[in-house]
């Protein structure tokens, strides 16, 4: 009795603190790191104490495959860091892999829906609040900045770089729009969704992160012929608006995506070309993810802003510091993800949580399309939000499977 009290007590705190470490990426990674430091200690010490992880019976095949790519991965981001061109410091890379508990947390920790609709909740108004707050602060500075400055370079950020900020906003956005189009009971009254998602959309414009432009298109249609056609021409008639009434520059930042002669398009493409032959020199181990910057200049001197600080893509990063079996694994990692996903979402008989789970498999895809042209994984923020959206189908999966087994052992009785 004595064991379910202290664990019981355990699982309130870890209830309270796993919420603020997601919601608090957007104003303090301080906070967010405290948080992670305070539940994470107590989840470990948990295991130590009862001998067990507590993974859900219905979960555990899938769980345990997930498992075997992330230790693979880890395996191989340890070994190309062992045989690290510039061996200083080449382990810190390496506590990003405890990021990965938060999925694992979610999974043992969530024992009902309304626990995970709260933390959604939650960390979408605090989102919101943040939101608001940029978007005052951009409209305050955007007539000086105006004078000197182009105005598609005038992007909107406070307590994370904009492309972060952007990144962010995108992921909580997409996992959450599907459920605009249900006319269905969700977690919250939907003209209040509409009202928070919008603000977010809006704050997530201002950031002129063109590769969430690019993400987010996709993915809307992706939900246009998957889910809901008319959508479609809803996008279109929206998108022709927008291009219509916004500024000639703002118009011009969108379309320069496809322009290779455009500075920040040069020097990715230039980036890739060097860690192709990064990739080509080290091809089993890569070069190491710790100091980029000095093993980029061994092949090639910067010459535009933030070159070399990291490839600005996932893909060229991965093959790059990680080499071959690095890629392998993280391609196969979340091709897994997908795959469960997909089919949790063909299993779920709610249309409320099919809608929440396509969300969630949008906003996976949202970050590789995003990720070929960013190195996202590699952001601390970015990588804590995944992690949790990831977990939501598995979460879902799971409680639903539970409430028809009790259905079911309530029927047998009487």
């Known amino acids: 009795m004595e064991k379910d009290k202290i664990i019981s007590f355990t699982d309130k ?74 061996p200083e410091d080449a382990f810190v890379g390496l506590k990003r892999f405890f990021l990965y508990m938060i999925f694992f947390a979610m999974i043992v920790k969530i024992k009902e829906k309304e626990t995970l609709y709260k933390f959604l909740l939650a960390i979408l108004l605090v989102f919101t609040a943040i939101s608001i707050y940029e978007i005052i602060l951009y409209i305050l500075k955007f007539p000086e900045e105006a004078k000197n400055t182009d105005i598609s370079l005038i992007r909107l950020y406070s307590f994370s770089f904009f492309l972060t900020t952007g990144e962010m906003k995108m992921l909580l956005f997409i996992t959450l729009f599907p459920l605009l189009f249900l006319k269905e009971k969700i977690f919250m009254p939907r003209k209040y969704l509409i009202i928070t998602l919008s603000v977010i959309f809006i704050s997530m414009y201002l950031t002129q992160s063109r590769n969430v432009f690019l993400a987010l298109i996709i993915c809307f249609l992706i939900f246009g012929i998957f889910i809901n056609k008319k959508f479609l021409i809803y996008l279109l008639i ?14 011009q930042r ?55 600080s990291h490839l600005h893509s996932n893909y060229f990063m991965v093959l790059a510091t990680k080499g071959i079996f690095g890629m392998i694994f993280y391609i196969a990692l979340f091709f897994t993800l997908f795959l469960k996903h997909f089919k949790y979402f063909r299993n779920s008989r709610d249309k409320s949580d099919r809608y929440l789970i396509f969300g969630c498999i949008l906003a996976m895809i949202s970050f590789h399309i995003s990720g070929i042209f960013e190195w996202n994984y ?32 309530k029927t047998l009785k009487t």
């Open 13 to 86: 705190i870890i209830i309270v603190f796993l919420p603020l470490q997601i919601f608090s990426i957007s104003f303090s990674i301080a906070l967010s790191s405290i948080s992670f430091a305070i539940w994470g200690g107590l989840w470990i010490m948990q295991v130590i104490y009862t001998r067990k992880i507590g993974i859900p019976s219905i979960l555990k095949k899938d769980v345990q495959l997930i498992s075997v790519f992330i230790f693979l991965f880890f395996i191989s981001d340890f070994v190309s860091l062992y045989f690290a061109v510039i």
């Open 238 to 251: 929206f998108v022709t608006a927008v291009l219509l009434v916004i500024p000639a520059q703002f118009r």
């Open 254 to 308: 969108i379309t320069s995506i496809v322009d290779p002669t455009h500075p920040s398009n040069e020097s990715r493409l230039i980036m890739w070309g060097v860690g192709w032959k990064m990739f080509k020199d080290h091809p089993l181990t890569g070069v190491g993810d710790n100091e980029i910057t000095q093993v980029y200049k061994m092949y090639k001197q910067p010459e535009f802003h933030g070159e070399g």
């Open 378 to 409: 590699g952001d601390w923020e970015i990588l804590t939000l995944l992690l949790f959206i990831a977990s939501i189908p598995f979460v879902i999966y799971n409680l639903n499977n539970k409430e028809e087994l009790e259905t079911e052992n």
